[in-house]
RNA sequence: GGAGGGGUGGCAGAGUGGUUGAUCGCGUCGGUUUCGAAAACCGAAAUGCCGGAAACGGCAUCGGGGGUUCGAAUCCCCCCCCCUCCGCCA
């Protein structure tokens, strides 16, 4: 969520911000409309607060006195709040409960103000970093950095789906298209890429192994911007329960934290989790559905970090490094992409995407997408760090694939081939493969 | 699923309708003392929102939401979480 002191500050700031991502900036508008008329009801309501809690406070004083003496006089703070020395505790009463009515109607008002505010920020997205890109569409995504070559044959190289045998009618069958239903082989090599990557994060790049539930509440998925937004993106069971299905790690690993506040020091926390990912993918019906390109339920291990402000740019390009090191023990030719403002992710501020080269398709594929979120996903979960001398402030948030196991595995198949139809193992993996061949 | 017990400040733990933002202890920070430290003593210390240049002032917060009341941490209702026992089950 943007912070709604920057948004009455720098209104212009902010809607410029928002129109590079092609967002309507009316809605900043209609936001600083309620705002201003919420803060002028706030106001009413508090100075109608402190007077009622002066008056009650004196209140209880009054009925001992009068207990001794019942001619006791009523205590100032209500003689000035009712206007005139009330007669009786039963009357002061009747004219408080009048007074604490109106603050309640008044205090009515303004929450629902209040509430149609956050309504309204919850489906704005981040403000782009200044040094993410300006684009008007994906076509203005930067290249970055190229790594590796793309293999030459002296044949033509197959798709995955020529190459082994990815068990999508099984998974049709049993569950509907776009569940693969590994058999052997490459259920083996699912599990070895997961084991794979998750080594090389715990035990080289320092992050904490985490196994974590699949199924969570809607305010989880509100915290790190999935919902309301992206409602029709998710799986979600029905009222007995109403859970959703995570559509990544991201989802549960952010709200470890939430509602808490961090010690500087403890600063970056960094874990990571291999978790199945659930993506209706409602509006991508038909796009790159061959193989196992694009699909409904797929493995991913995921890097997350909870840092402080001043560290988070770095950490932005560590974690990036974490998962392109993956692929180059893979020896997966990539790019490294930052995404231009109209394609970074909704709370994304600064984005890279790295794509591999699966020569069989002859495409790239983006495996990873590493986000820095600022304090976006932070100011929605509630999360803080804190500081002797700069207090409490929110922390900010990241997150990148580490990687997603498809389109490594069609990386791996299609890169990796011979004219004969077999697929060798890159070597690192070999050990949790088992062998080097597929 | 059934029965019971709990959720209070960084931790631990009082408080059952009226100056309680909340006793005491531990931990933390500052100071006195000391060559230095420990101990002792004194003192400080939550978060959010609104107003303000600031000092500061106001409001809110005792798991969450609603209600009763002039007034709620304290009474009532709903929900969530944790613990114990029973049942069922991978």
Request: glycine share 6%; charged share 30%.
């Amino acid at each position: 969520m943007l912070d709604i002191k920057l948004i009455r500050e720098q209104p212009d700031t902010v809607k410029r911000g928002l129109a590079t991502r092609n967002v309507d900036t009316a809605v900043i508008d209609e936001v600083l409309k309620l705002d201003a008329n919420w803060r002028e009801l706030k106001a009413q309501e508090e100075t109608q607060q402190a007077a009622l809690n002066k008056a009650n406070k004196a209140f209880g004083p009054w009925m001992g006195a009068r207990k001794k003496d019942p001619k006791a006089p009523a205590p100032a703070e209500l003689t000035q709040l009712l206007g005139a020395a009330p007669t009786d505790p039963d009357a002061a009463k009747a004219a408080l409960g009048k007074l604490g009515e109106q603050r309640a109607d008044i205090a009515t008002l303004a929450d629902k103000l209040m509430a149609e505010i956050e309504q309204k920020l919850l489906f704005v997205p981040n403000l782009p970093a200044a040094q993410t890109p300006l684009g008007k569409s994906e076509d203005d995504n930067v290249v970055r950095k190229t790594w590796g070559d793309a293999p030459k044959f002296a044949f033509i190289p197959k798709a995955h789906w020529d190459l082994a045998d990815l068990g999508n009618e099984i998974g049709g069958r049993i569950s509907g298209s776009g569940f693969p239903f590994f058999r052997g082989r490459l259920a083996r090599l699912e599990r070895a890429l997961i084991t794979f990557f998750l080594d090389l994060h715990t035990r080289e790049h320092g992050y904490t192994e985490c196994w974590a539930p699949f199924l969570v509440r809607e305010e989880t998925l509100r915290n790190s911007g999935q919902l309301p937004k992206f409602l029709e993106e998710m799986y979600r069971t029905d009222a007995r329960d109403d859970l959703f299905l995570i559509p990544t790690a991201e989802v549960p690993l952010t709200s470890i934290h939430a509602d808490s506040i961090i010690p500087d020091e403890q600063a970056p926390i960094r874990y990571c989790a291999f978790t199945p990912c659930f993506r209706r993918e409602a509006g991508a019906a038909g796009k790159d559905t061959r193989g196992i390109l694009r699909v409904h339920q797929f493995s991913k291990v995921e890097l997350m970090v909870v840092t402080t402000p001043e560290k988070s740019e770095a950490e932005h390009e560590t974690l990036t490094r974490c998962a392109e090191r993956v692929l180059e023990l893979l020896e997966i030719p990539y790019r490294r992409l930052e995404l231009c403002t109209a394609d970074i992710g909704f709370g994304a501020a600064r984005c890279y995407d790295l794509e591999v080269w699966a020569a069989g398709v002859g495409k790239w594929l983006e495996a990873s997408s590493c986000s820095i979120f600022t304090d976006y996903q932070a100011r929605r979960a509630k999360i803080r760090v804190k500081d002797k001398e700069k207090g409490a402030r929110l922390a900010h948030t990241l997150n990148g694939s580490g990687l997603a196991c498809p389109r490594t595995m069609i990386a791996i198949l299609e890169n990796n081939q011979t004219a004969e139809g077999k697929v060798r193992i890159p070597k690192a993996l070999q050990p949790y493969y088992g062998c080097e061949w597929l």
